[in-house]
């Protein structure tokens, strides 16, 4: 009754539809992630990102509390 074409079997696990080449789905993004977000220079975005925010919520903060306790 069946034909040798219909002895696939359905496997949920198969793989076979995952991209994995990695070099062909490399943008501008990526690298500018890779440069900017690894490695010691990494390290100092994010020092200098932290002490960026934290400079700005002193400021805000001193501003606000400013205009607050004014009398």
């Known amino acids: ?3 040798g074409e ?8 198969n793989d076979d539809n995952i991209n994995l ?9 990526n690298g500018m992630y890779n440069k900017l977000c690894t490695g ?3 390290i100092a975005v994010r020092v200098a ?3 960026a925010v934290m ?9 606000t509390g400013y205009y607050v306790h004014k009398c």
């Open 55 to 63: 400079a700005a919520m002193y400021i805000l903060g001193y501003i």
């Open 40 to 42: 010691q220079l990494g």
């Open 6 to 13: 219909a002895n696939v079997q359905y496997n949920r696990w």
């Open 1 to 3: 009754m069946e034909t």
């Open 21 to 29: 080449n990695v070099e062909a789905s490399r943008t501008s993004l």
């Open 49 to 51: 990102g932290s002490l």
